[in-house]
C-alpha cells in the first residue's frame, strides 16, 4: 500500500496510456492527480505538487476499476473481499444475502472501517411458495436469523417484505425464481422504481417480468431460457428450477437445439433492448460443467476461501451420506452448442443496442473463485465476439449506471471516486491482460494486489499462495 500520512493528500499517476471508460479515445502518457478519495485531474502536461506521492506507470494502460454484478460473499465467505480487491474489482453487487449481515459490512467498508470492494447490497433472494430450495415447514414465512431467501405466499407477503428491505436500506430488490406473474408484478409495483428491481426467474418468464417493469435479469442460462430456446424444448410454469433433475445442465439441451433467428428471438431483443433491461448473464457459470468445465482450469482457484472450500466439500459429502447421484454430465458437443448459442446471443442483445454487464455468481457454484472469474467472464464476452473496449466499458460505466452510481463511479473523471487499475500490458487489444494488475487504487489509496491475496485464509485446500492477480 502506498501510505499518504503526515498531511499527504495527493497521489500523481503518471506516464501511464489512460482508458477512462468514458468512450474517449485513450490518453498516452497520461498523468491522473488524486486528491482524497477522488481524482481532481487527468491529461498531459498537468502540474503535481511537490508534495505529492507518486506512481511511475510508464508502459502500462491504467483503466477504471471494475465492476462484478453478480455475487454472494456470505456463501463466499468474508475473506472474498480481498479476493475482489484484489484482482481488481473495486465494486461488487451482492444479490442473495442475510440483510442484517451485508447491511453493515456495506456501510463499514463504506467508512474505511474494513477493506474491501464497495458492497452493493440488494438483500435477500424473495422467493415464492413452494420455494425452489425447500426445507422449511409449509407455511414458515419469517426469515430465520441470517437467511438468503425470504418466502411469500401471497402478494400481500411480498408488498409487506418489499417494504420491510426498503425501510432496511438495501440498495436494490432480487425476485426469485419461485415466484409467479401475479407476485412479481405486485412486488415490482412496490418498489415504485426507488431502487433497481432484478430477477434469476423461472415460474415467471422474462419477457412477463419485463412487461411487469423489471430492471435486471439475472442468469441468460436459465431466466432467458422460456423466450429464447424452441417452443418445444420449453419447460412447464411449474417444472423449472427446483422441480426437474439435473435442472441446469438440461436447460443446456435446450440451449443447443436453439434457433437465434426465430421472430420470438428478435422479439425478445427487441423488448430487452426498448425497455434498458440490464442483463447479467453470469455465462462464466455454465463453464464450472454445465456447458463445458472450463472454469476448472483457473489458475485463480488457489485463492478460493476456506470457508468456501470447507462449504462445497460439505455439500458432496452430505450428498454422498444421502445418496444423491451427482448431476449428470453434458455431453461435449452439446454443451459446446449451448454455450455457443448463449454467447451469440449476447453478441446480438449487445449489437441490438441492449444491456450486458459481466457478472459471475460467484460463491453459488464450486468451480467459481473471487475475483478471478469475472476475468474469465470478461474473456468470454471478447469470444462471444463483443470487442474488449465494449466488455470493458461495461463492466465500468455500464455496471455504474445499472447500479445508479453512475455520478460517482465507472470512469476515470475529474470529481469521481478515484477506483482504478494500473495493468501490466494493453486489454484493449489482449483482454486476459486485465489479470496482470500491478496495483489497484481504491478511494484514492494505491495496493499492490498480492498483498491483499496474501490475506486470504484459502486453508489446506487453498495450496501455494504466490500467484498475482
Keep these: 500500500m502506498h501510505a499518504r500520512g503526515n498531511g499527504v493528500s495527493v497521489l500523481a499517476i503518471t506516464g501511464g496510456h489512460v482508458w477512462d471508460g468514458t468512450g474517449a479515445s485513450p490518453l498516452p502518457g497520461a498523468t491522473i492527480l488524486i486528491d482524497g478519495d477522488r481524482v481532481s485531474a487527468v491529461g498531459p502536461g498537468i502540474p503535481i505538487p511537490q508534495s505529492a506521492t507518486r506512481i511511475d506507470a510508464t508502459g502500462k494502460t491504467i483503466i477504471p476499476g471494475l465492476i462484478d454484478m453478480h455475487v454472494h460473499v456470505m456463501l463466499c465467505g468474508e475473506d472474498s473481499l480481498y479476493g475482489f480487491l484484489g484482482t481488481g474489482i473495486t465494486t ?127 442468469h441468460v442460462h436459465a431466466t432467458c431460457y422460456q423466450d429464447v430456446v424452441r417452443p418445444e424444448d420449453r419447460h412447464g410454469r411449474e417444472d423449472g428450477n427446483g422441480a426437474k433433475p439435473n435442472y441446469w445442465s438440461w436447460l443446456s439441451e435446450g440451449w443447443s437445439r436453439a434457433n437465434l433467428g426465430a421472430p420470438y428471438v428478435r422479439q425478445f431483443i427487441d423488448q430487452l433492448v426498448e425497455h434498458r433491461i440490464v442483463l447479467s448473464p453470469t455465462t462464466v457459470l455454465v463453464t464450472g460443467g454445465m456447458a463445458n468445465t472450463e472454469a476448472a482450469a483457473e489458475p485463480g482457484i488457489r485463492w478460493r476461501p476456506r470457508p468456501m472450500s470447507a462449504r462445497i466439500e460439505q455439500a458432496q459429502a452430505e ?15 452439446v454443451g459446446a452448442r449451448a454455450l455457443a448459442n448463449e454467447l451469440e446471443f449476447l453478441r446480438l442483445v449487445h449489437a441490438s443496442g441492449g444491456i450486458v454487464v459481466p457478472s459471475t455468481d460467484v460463491g453459488a457454484a464450486p468451480l467459481q473463485v473471487p475475483g478471478f472469474s469475472l476475468h474469465r467472464e470478461l474473456e468470454l464476452l471478447v469470444r462471444a465476439g463483443i470487442s474488449p473496449s465494449h466488455v470493458l466499458q461495461a463492466a465500468t460505466r455500464e455496471a455504474a449506471v445499472a447500479l445508479g452510481r453512475g455520478d460517482d463511479l465507472g470512469t476515470i473523471e475529474p470529481g469521481k471516486f478515484a477506483d482504478l487499475l494500473i495493468i501490466d500490458g494493453d486489454p484493449l487489444t489482449d483482454i486476459a491482460a486485465t489479470r496482470r494488475i500491478s496495483t489497484v487504487v481504491k478511494d484514492g489509496v494505491a495496493y499492490n494486489p498480492s498483498d491483499i491475496l496474501a490475506r486470504i485464509d484459502t486453508g489446506p485446500a487453498g495450496g501455494d499462495n504466490n500467484g498475482t492477480a
Excluded at 136 to 156: C, D, F, I, V
Excluded at 213 to 218: C, D, R, T, W
Design 92 to 218: 461488487v453487487r451482492d444479490l442473495g444475502s442475510a440483510p442484517e449481515v451485508t447491511l453493515p459490512m456495506r456501510d463499514a467498508i463504506e467508512n474505511r472501517m474494513r477493506l474491501g470492494p464497495r458492497l452493493v447490497v440488494y438483500g435477500p433472494m424473495l422467493d415464492g411458495e413452494p420455494p425452489i430450495f425447500g426445507g422449511r415447514p409449509p407455511g414458515q414465512l419469517a426469515p430465520e436469523p441470517h437467511a438468503m431467501t425470504w418466502l411469500n405466499a401471497s402478494a400481500e407477503d411480498g408488498v409487506a417484505n418489499i417494504r420491510r428491505l426498503l425501510d432496511l436500506g438495501v440498495d436494490g430488490i432480487k425476485l426469485y425464481a419461485g415466484l409467479r406473474p401475479e407476485l412479481v408484478g405486485a412486488m415490482i409495483a412496490a418498489v415504485d422504481k426507488r431502487v433497481p428491481v432484478t430477477g434469476h426467474l423461472g415460474r415467471t418468464w422474462a419477457s412477463e417480468a419485463v412487461a411487469l417493469g423489471i430492471s435486471g435479469l439475472e
Design 319 to 333: 450428498r454422498a451420506r444421502r445418496g444423491i447421484a451427482a448431476p449428470a454430465p453434458v455431453d461435449q458437443a
